[in-house]
């Protein structure tokens, strides 16, 4: 079945939408010319384009609206990859529902994700648009989970953070990066609200729980650290003040005199992380108030202590990193003042590098450039190797934010591909 979904509305006039998958370009041509109404038309891989192309033909040639509806296709040609074993990152993306402010003004939802996986991203133009709709693109990605808007906290933390949690405990660092546009939903995703705390607060939660049940296996000592890398800067979220300095020492790159909490609840935690997020650097740009440009990093120590059954004396060091990244948006674009090119810069330096270390780790290449930016020299211990490594990026669901989508949505997926080559290696 080369047409996927064959949908009439409950209007009077009959609307077909069709979408075209994967398809050699003349099949598609020829199941679709037939009055189709409207038209889907996404890339899943090479041949992608191609039906992209044949959708672009029928919506000119046929002067047909661009679609507004996305179906439910049965389109399920997941490249399913390999479990890794050692190295793998794993991607998810985070839908976040319409804000009040797009609704008023009138954008449309650009986001599909069906079957939990794959997520389909439609750009619209305007009917007599025929510049735009010349070039006029769908496409089809999946990731290891694909997040609706109607998703919960606690899903994307069970989800995503629950295995990493359970990992640090057996001494194994990881680290979660929220990553996307300014207004996407990092901070949601991150630190949440009282009402509905995110992952940050829930995986400590999920640690005590976790720790309380192991407590006649022996001791578990938990620390907290909360900074902000902000142009190029390192900060103590948990006692702001002077710049902090980085220093390699024994246990590797540390930040000289960095407030360590020791944290008993979850409650405590949740008050110590959002006032630390309110001591976080914002600046008001032209795109959004409080748009903020730093790298916030929550940095969770576990030490287990005991004693086997020889009297020997155990101890291993777990660290959980938690990463609300700055705006992945490009700086120039929303800003042209020389702090704000800076700032960019800075930001574009940071994810840079913290792309080159997680290509070169996942490519086995001997040196790591850790040292390019602030936030990869914090990282050193929690990225790849060793370490479970998860991204979440975030995207809003407006047409009015395709481009940013976009954006986000390669980088993950180029993430993803890292990970498939690896997978090819082995
Ligand atoms: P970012 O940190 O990426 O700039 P925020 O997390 O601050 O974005 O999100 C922008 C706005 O959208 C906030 O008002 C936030 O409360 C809201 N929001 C984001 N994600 C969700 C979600 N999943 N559910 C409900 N509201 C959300
Ligand atoms: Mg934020």
């Known amino acids: 079945e080369n047409v996927m979904r064959e949908n009439a509305m409950p209007n009077s006039t009959v609307t077909r939408t069709y979408v075209l998958p994967q398809l050699p370009m003349t099949d598609a041509k020829e199941n679709v010319v037939v009055g189709a109404d409207r038209i889907v038309g996404f890339s899943c891989s090479k041949e992608a384009s191609l039906s992209t192309n044949v959708a672009r033909k029928l919506l000119l040639g046929n002067s047909m609206p661009v679609v507004e509806k996305m179906e439910n296709v049965g389109c399920n040609k997941l490249q399913e990859v390999e479990e890794l074993g050692e190295s793998r990152i794993l991607v ?7 804000a009040k402010k797009e609704k008023e003004v009138g954008s449309r939802c650009c986001v599909k994700i069906v079957n939990g996986r794959d997520l389909y991203l439609t750009e619209f133009a305007n ?5 735009r709709l010349k070039r006029l693109r769908g496409r089809h990605f999946s990731f290891d989970a694909s997040f609706p808007d109607t998703t919960n906290q606690q899903e994307v933390y069970a989800t995503t953070t629950a295995e990493v949690v359970e990992a640090v405990l057996q001494g194994r660092n990881g680290s ?4 996307g546009a300014t207004g996407a939903g990092k901070t949601y995703t991150m630190l949440g609200t009282v009402e509905s705390p995110g992952v940050m607060v829930l995986a ?4 005590f729980t976790k720790i309380r049940q192991r407590s006649c296996d ?6 907290l650290s909360y900074i902000e890398v902000y142009n190029e800067t390192v900060r103590d979220l948990l006692s702001p003040g002077r710049p902090l300095v980085l220093r390699q020492d024994k246990q590797g790159i540390v930040a000289a005199g960095i407030t360590q909490c020791r944290a008993y609840s979850t409650d405590e935690v949740m008050a110590l992380l959002q006032r630390g997020n309110q001591n976080r650097t914002t600046e008001p740009t032209r795109v959004n108030e409080t748009s903020s440009r730093s790298h916030a990093i929550l940095q969770v120590t576990v030490e287990y202590r005991a004693k086997d059954s020889g009297m020997n004396i155990v101890n291993r060091v777990g660290k959980l990193s938690l990463i609300d990244l700055a705006g992945s ?9 020389t702090l704000r090119s800076l700032e960019g810069a800075n930001i574009n330096r940071s994810l840079l590098a913290l792309s080159s270390c997680i290509n070169a780790l996942l490519e086995g290449k001997k040196h790591i450039p850790y040292r390019n930016s602030k936030l990869t020299q914090l990282l050193k211990d929690s990225l790849g190797g060793a370490c479970n490594t998860v991204m979440i990026a975030n995207i809003s669901p407006s047409d009015l934010s395709f481009g940013e989508t976009q954006n986000t949505l390669h980088w993950a997926d180029r ?6 080559k690896v997978a090819e290696t082995n």
């Open 415 to 420: 993430a993803k591909e890292i990970r498939t």
């Open 204 to 207: 400590i939660k999920d640690l």
């Open 218 to 223: 022996g001791n578990h000592t938990v620390h």
């Open 127 to 131: 009917e007599n648009d025929y510049l």
């Open 176 to 179: 979660v990066f929220c990553y």
């Open 329 to 337: 948006e490009r700086a120039l674009a929303t800003d042209q003042r």
């Open 92 to 98: 998810f993306v985070r839908l976040r529902p319409m």
